[in-house]
């Protein structure tokens, strides 16, 4: 059972994604709203990986490290100004989306696997998983404007 | 005769459950001058406050001599309170008033004419666009101005120059009342009526120290306190305000834990089956949601967050739970809160779990603070779209666009409309390099003055600042222009429970000031703003054509203006909307079918996470399918950002106090009112004062981590850990835009955050440290009759106003108004 390849896969990605969300909330904090969302979703993803844990303990979990890849630090370019924040959010966002379709996968084999417990741990995490694409769609939509036509 | 300054509310005229509310005449004339004496009255509204208080101006020679109250308004049966009887009229006539545009050279503001001030505007705004675009352009209104006014800086903004940067200080107080109606109802529009007043079993009150905020619609509610059968009431604040000492029930909750509460109440409710399963069935979508969310807030949990005690927060839900009719009333505690919108939607959750809205006795007030701030958030000259319409819907996007003969696109709608906050963010940046200011004064208005006041001076920023005076704002401006004030022009105005009043011209304004109106329209015209047929954008010559255009707009959405018309709206009261063929009267109430304005066409919005504020977006509000229904949305309480620490130990919150208005600009000019509250102060309880070794009138230095603030301490009767500053006094009167050596203003202290929803800043919750500066040479410079009152009164005179504060009242002179759905109006 591959099960705990992405078991091990979705917790170090939450793990990356909370690091990912503080490190634009210090990067950022001359947008408040930006730092105190990005640090109110980090704690959601560190709850997201205490959660996980009791799915682990039951199923096994494979190191990965693929995740890293892609964090939001990961990328070189400028860390302030408009445009930084777009990418830094845009970043972010490709993070959340990956561990968005985790969670996704992981609730098809909890289906099949007919466990109920695991699959009510990644219902209601998933929908805070995509509250947080949602909320990283919203600020960059909002952002995008004035940063690629008007900011200097 | 009555001293209004000692006696705020004035004198009882008790009434039952279900009795139209008595008339009561107020009236005030300048001394010397009696009713016989003048020579015209004319018919207008108060615009001191968001209650709307329909009054006549008495005109003598050409000048305002005072007020009267009207009898036959619904809003206010004849009263008047303070700020109406003294600064409607005191505090625009007299000898500061700005008479002739300023413009700067070589550093000064210097007098010049308008065709030098206009063509400066002008110079620039083209040359911006030409550079840069419409996103280089943002405007910052008020909650102040005319329906019209708006309506004309809306169509300016989104048709003309294309920017979505266009917000008014109603971000401030409003923004949240507007943001949580759109969440669980689908629009904005206030579901009740004051006539609820009249007719209900239990009142919260939730934030709301209605007693100093809107004091006409508090005597409505000490007239029924005082009758048989009166309402039970609940307050929730975190001071011992007038509201609190006649409640049955006080929740003196920590600043920053309201959703904490709401939760718990919500919780209790389901707990306790007080809920009514077909109402909910039918009528709302989200429950179950809703009840998982709160799951978690027993009594006792919510008493440790917020610090009150389990068996209040029992019995506050059980009156809210059993009570036949409950009427809710919900402003700035809440609005300027953490979590803004989620608290202020679980009000609205507790009225649809019960079915108790928009039926007599049962409604929700969600307040406005300022007199129009409705007609902005309904024009659209802040983050919101002319009609009630929605960024989000093409459809409605197009009808904007034919309105106004515009292509589409011309017309921002790729985003919300920038909220306050970010365009001064976008200005702080750079981005945004031209900002004009109307009938606002954000240098002490908005949090962390010390950051606003640098970007207010930036040398790239073009600042045009439109008043009334030289405000702390103005003083930073490249150009100055001088408004017309109340009474010196006409346009319309909606208050909290959506009475449009016609308030007309009385007398000319002073020197060269123009009205709002045509300052904007003359900017249009210089601009050369043309409709995609040649034809000029705006081509009105008067406020009416502008109200005519308005009505247009408004045809078949929520806020329906199409019934009404100037001639109507001089009939002796003001009328609420929807004003249609349908409703010819208007409409008391909202809601009572129980059918919401949440269908895909007809909604506003599509809604929010509460939590974070990401957008719902179109297709998972179809999803929803809430068609007709309300939606019941929840959201987890989390604390707020910055919490008392051993460097900064209290929690610190800012208000208002009854004898002023914004940054008094107007109030203070009424000497009745400035005697009683003529400088800054901040209140501490008794314990920690004790502990601090501090007494009244000590001068202290209040500093948070952005700022400091030295004023002298009024103890009085703060929740203890808790610190209170009104936030009226920047630097004016000492000719200055900042504080020199003595700041003042309660916002050289907050912090920049806001509610991830309403976008409303978060003014009542940051960390302060509290130390002294001096010995006391006299008690604090604070009011002694309202919820600044000291602790020991026998260390303060009594505030009173003297001979000049004598107001003549007329209890029950003739039967009262009736609203629409009473037989009212023909
Ligand atoms: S309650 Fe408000 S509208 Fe009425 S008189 Fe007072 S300030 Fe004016």
Same mark, same amino acid.
């Given at each position: 059972m591959k099960l705990p390849v992405y078991l091990g896969m979705l917790q170090r990605a939450e793990q990356e994604l909370a690091s990912s969300f503080r490190t634009v909330a210090d990067g950022h904090g001359d947008e408040p709203d930006v730092r105190a969302t990005c640090e109110l979703l980090a704690s959601q993803c560190d709850e997201h990986v205490a959660a996980m844990q009791p799915l682990v303990d039951r199923y096994g979990s494979e190191p990965s490290d693929e995740p890293e890849r892609l964090h939001a630090a990961a990328l070189p370019h400028p860390r302030s100004g408009p445009l930084a924040l777009l990418r830094d959010l845009q970043d972010v966002h490709l993070l959340a989306s990956f561990v968005d379709m985790t969670w996704t996968l992981v609730g098809q084999a909890a289906a099949a696997l007919r466990d109920e417990e695991l699959q009510q741990v990644i219902a209601d995490r998933e929908a805070e998983t995509q509250v947080q694409v949602g909320w990283l769609t919203t600020r960059m939509k909002q952002a995008a404007p004035q940063a690629l036509v008007v900011a200097g | 005769m009555v001293d209004r300054i000692a006696?705020?509310?004035?004198t009882r005229t008790a009434f039952a459950r279900g009795e139209r509310w008595p008339v009561r005449v107020d009236l005030r004339l300048a @001394?010397?001058? #009696?009713?016989? @004496? *003048?020579d015209r009255w004319v018919a207008s509204a108060c615009v001191?406050?968001?209650?709307?208080c329909g009054l006549e101006i008495a005109v003598k020679d050409g000048e305002m001599v005072g007020v009267r109250g009207r009898a036959? @308004?619904?809003?206010?049966?004849g009263r008047l309170g303070p700020k109406g009887l003294f600064a409607s009229w005191q505090g625009v006539r007299? $000898?500061?008033?700005?008479t002739r545009p300023l413009v700067r050279m070589g550093g000064a503001l210097v007098e010049t004419d308008w065709d030098t001030a206009m063509g400066r505007i002008v110079e620039r705004s083209r040359k911006l666009l030409a550079e840069k675009?419409?996103?280089s352009h943002g405007f910052y209104t008020s909650g102040q101005l005319f329906l019209e006014e708006y309506y004309a800086q809306a169509i300016i903004g !989104?048709?003309?120059?294309?920017?979505?940067?266009m917000d008014g200080n109603t971000r401030l107080c409003t923004a949240t009342a507007a943001a949580s109606m759109k969440e669980s109802f689908g629009s904005d529009g %206030?579901? +009740?009526?004051?006539s609820d007043i009249d007719e209900c079993d239990a009142m919260f009150l939730f934030g709301h120290n209605m007693a100093e905020t809107q004091t006409v619609l508090w005597m409505r509610v000490l007239d029924r306190l005082a009758g048989p059968n009166p309402p039970r009431l609940v307050c929730v604040d975190p001071r011992e305000t007038e509201v609190a000492r006649h409640a049955?029930?006080?929740?003196?909750?920590?600043? +920053?834990t309201n959703l904490a509460l709401m939760n718990g109440l919500v919780r209790e409710l389901f707990a306790h089956g007080w809920i009514d399963e077909e109402y909910i069935a039918a009528h709302t979508v989200g429950v179950g949601e809703l009840r998982s969310t709160v799951a978690p807030w027993t009594p006792e949990r919510v008493a440790d967050t917020c610090g009150v005690d389990p068996a209040d927060v029992r019995r506050a839900a059980e009156i809210f739970g059993t009570s036949d009719r409950v009427l809710s009333t919900v402003l700035q505690g809440f609005y300027?809160?953490?979590q803004a919108t989620a608290s202020s939607c679980q009000v609205n959750n507790l009225h649809l779990l019960r079915g108790r809205i928009g039926t007599p006795g049962n409604g929700i007030l969600q307040m406005n +603070? %300022?007199?129009t701030a409705q007609n902005n958030r309904e024009a659209g000259a802040d983050g919101d779209l002319s009609g009630?319409?929605?960024?989000?819907n093409p459809e409605h996007i197009q009808e904007l666009a034919e309105l106004w003969g *515009?292509? &589409?696109?011309?017309? &921002?709608?790729?985003?919300p409309p920038t909220h306050a906050m970010q365009i001064f963010r976008y200005c702080e940046q750079g981005s945004i390099e031209f900002l004009w200011v109307s009938a606002?004064? &954000?240098?002490?208005?908005?949090? %962390?003055a010390p950051r606003i006041r640098k970007i207010l001076e930036k040398e790239d920023l073009f600042l045009v600042v439109q008043d009334l005076y030289l405000t702390e704002t103005a003083r930073y401006a490249d150009v100055v222009l001088p408004a017309a004030a109340w009474g010196e022009k006409q346009g319309t105005f909606t208050n909290v429970n959506r009475t449009v009043h016609l308030s007309d011209k009385a007398v000319e304004p002073p020197g060269e000031a123009r009205s709002d109106l045509d300052i904007f329209l003359d900017y249009a015209r210089r601009m050369d703003f043309r409709r995609d047929d040649g034809r000029p954008l705006l081509d009105w010559t008067g406020p009416e054509d502008a109200f005519r255009a308005w009505q247009e707009c408004t045809r078949?959405?929520?806020?329906?203006?199409?019934?009404?018309s100037y001639e109507k709206l001089r009939g002796g009261t003001g009328i609420p909307w929807p004003?249609?063929?349908?409703?010819p009267d208007g409409?008391?109430?909202?809601y009572g079918d129980g059918?919401?304005?949440?269908?895909y066409d007809r909604a506003e919005s599509f809604g929010h @996470?509460?939590?974070?504020?990401a957008t719902v977006g179109p297709l998972k509000f179809r999803a929803l399918q809430a068609n007709g229904r309300a939606i019941l949305k929840p959201a987890a309480y989390h604390p707020a950002t910055e919490a008392p620490d051993d460097e900064y130990p209290f929690l610190y919150s800012t208000g208002r106090t009854v004898?002023?208005?914004?940054?008094?600009? !107007? #109030?203070?000019?009424a000497k009745q009112l400035n005697r009683a509250a003529p400088s800054a102060w901040v209140e501490m309880s008794v314990p920690d004062a004790e502990r601090l070794g501090l007494g009244e009138g000590d001068l202290v230095r209040v500093a948070s981590r952005r700022g400091e603030i030295v004023v002298p301490l009024r103890v009085g009767?703060?929740? &203890? +850990?808790t610190v209170f500053a009104p936030f009226?006094? $920047?630097y004016w009167e000492q000719d200055?835009?900042?504080?020199?050596d003595r700041p003042t203003a309660a916002?050289?202290?907050?912090?920049t955050e806001w509610d991830p929803?309403? !976008? %409303?800043?978060?003014?009542k919750v940051a960390a302060v440290r509290i130390e002294k500066v001096a010995d006391s040479v006299?008690?604090?410079?604070?009011?002694?009759?309202?919820?600044?009152?000291?602790?020991?009164?026998?260390?303060v005179r009594p505030t009173a106003g003297g001979p000049d504060a004598e107001v003549e009242e007329r209890p029950r002179e003739t039967e009262p108004p009736a609203a629409p759905d009473e037989g009212g109006r023909r």
């Open positions: - | 006696d705020i509310w004035g @001394d010397g001058v #009696t009713e016989a @004496d *003048v001191l406050c968001s209650n709307g036959t @308004d619904l809003v206010n049966h007299n $000898g500061d008033r700005l675009g419409p996103l !989104k048709a003309g120059l294309g920017t979505p940067h %206030q579901p +009740g009526s004051y049955e029930v006080h929740l003196a909750v920590r600043p +920053g300027q809160s953490s +603070g %300022q007199p009630f319409r929605n960024w989000e *515009v292509h &589409p696109d011309t017309i &921002p709608h790729w985003a606002t004064n &954000p240098a002490v208005s908005m949090p %962390q078949g959405r929520l806020c329906d203006y199409t019934g009404l004003c249609n063929d349908e409703h409409t008391n109430r909202l059918i919401f304005p949440t269908e @996470d509460l939590l974070t504020g004898f002023h208005f914004h940054t008094r600009t !107007k #109030t203070a000019r009767d703060v929740r &203890p +850990g009226h006094y $920047g200055r835009s900042g504080p020199g916002n050289e202290l907050t912090e929803v309403s !976008k %409303q800043p978060i003014l006299g008690p604090a410079p604070a009011p002694t009759n309202t919820a600044s009152r000291p602790a020991d009164a026998s260390a």
